[in-house]
């Protein structure tokens, strides 16, 4: 934790009407972990992200995936397979725009050490990586991240309480014209067939100030004129990845409709995908799982019905929205090694905005 920073229900303000998870965090998802490798030296202001679908590991025991692009100004590699299969076989890395080769390199290195017959005995490995530009404060053309990186972020996954703001793959994020970076969020689904989690982890790099909205309130308007004009951000081009975990058997189509959700939930906060923006969603489900090498011809899927699932959107939406809301309150300012500076979201300010409307405390 940054100090001085807070998320956002510490401040007082709470959104949506479902109940967040203990942690409030994608981790609070049985089984996911998270880790990150932040690099902040010299002229890098960069790093990694690793989520894991399965503390077992996901390679050799598959689990049901979907994704949707909303706008496609961005990567994120191994997504074709992904969409194609409706199944997520490698972690969740996410990084800089220039790092998704060495990033994709690092993955497979971590997997074929630990599953030797990778080419062989199985399949090929397709690394899923997102990214971000982080160009504006961190020198992107340097090459900062390492195969170690790499390795670091996905060794120090676990479960428990997320580290966010301008960690790991968020470390020179920029969201809003403000320090921005890795953020996270949970739901409790209760349903007719039990209670159920979902959560949604987010690199956020997107928007302009005077978008920015909290429970629909149009807070970077307020904030505005607190800044001086050459503190404001480069350009309207940015980019966000979302990832969405849940223990509910879902199958691989009905998650790629939450991730159309998690568009929605952009968008509450003050997106609106911007022609140079990248807007990327993938979700898993840890329940639905495919072991590898079942030959098995004819499969049997347990999964909601398709009715049964509007409560699944609605928190995907809470969960978007809140997720980058974090990011923003958990990042401290941030200087990059040419000067430029990048102010971080006022908290007071939010909470003395959102007391006029009613909604803080």
């Not at 790092?99 to 490995?125: F, K, N």
């Not at 790099?205 to 307020?222: H, K, S, T, Y």
């Not at 199958?251 to 906060?269: D, E, I, P, T």
Request: aromatic fraction near 4%; include cysteine.
């Amino acid at each position: 934790m940054s100090a001085g920073r807070a998320r956002l229900r510490e401040l007082g303000i709470r959104l949506g009407r479902l109940a967040p998870g203990p942690l409030n965090a994608i981790t609070d998802v049985a089984g996911v972990q998270v880790g990150h490798a932040t690099i902040t030296d010299g002229s890098a202001r960069t790093g990694v992200t690793a989520i894991l679908p399965r503390s077992g590991g996901v390679f050799m025991d598959r689990v049901a995936a979907g994704a949707f692009i909303l706008n496609g100004a961005g990567e994120m590699s191994g997504l074709i397979q992904v969409m194609e299969w409706g199944l997520l076989e490698t972690p969740i890395l996410l990084t800089n725009t220039h790092s998704v080769g060495v990033a994709s390199r690092g993955m497979v290195e971590h997997l074929v050490g630990r599953y030797p017959g990778v080419g062989t005995v199985h399949d090929v490995i397709i690394p899923v990586v997102g990214e971000c530009d982080d160009s504006f404060l961190n020198d992107i053309t340097a090459s900062h991240v390492t195969l170690e990186h790499v390795e670091a972020a996905l060794a120090a996954a676990s479960g428990g309480a997320v580290a966010e703001g301008s960690v790991g793959g968020g470390t020179g994020m920029v969201a809003f014209d403000l320090k921005s970076g890795i953020g996270t969020s949970s739901r409790r689904v209760p349903t007719s067939a039990g209670e159920f989690t979902l959560g949604v982890l987010v690199m956020s790099n997107l928007g302009r100030l005077e978008d920015l909205r909290v429970d629909g309130f149009p807070v970077g308007e307020a904030l505005g004129p607190r800044f001086r004009e050459q503190e404001r951000r480069r350009s309207l081009y940015g980019s966000i990845i979302a990832v969405l975990a849940t223990d509910a058997p879902l199958s691989a189509h009905q998650l790629q409709r939450l991730c159309k959700r998690a568009a929605l939930g952009m968008g509450r906060v003050g997106s609106y995908a911007a022609h140079g923006s990248g807007e990327i969603a993938v979700a898993f489900s840890t329940t639905n799982r495919r072991e590898r090498g079942n030959e098995a011809l004819v499969e049997h899927l347990a999964a909601f019905s398709d009715r049964g699932i509007d409560a699944f959107y609605q928190a995907t939406i809470e969960c978007t929205e809140e997720a980058i809301l974090n990011a923003l309150c958990m990042a401290a300012p941030m200087t990059s090694a040419r000067g430029v500076y990048v102010p971080a979201l006022p908290l007071e300010g939010v909470q003395a905005v959102m007391t006029r409307y009613g909604r803080c405390g």
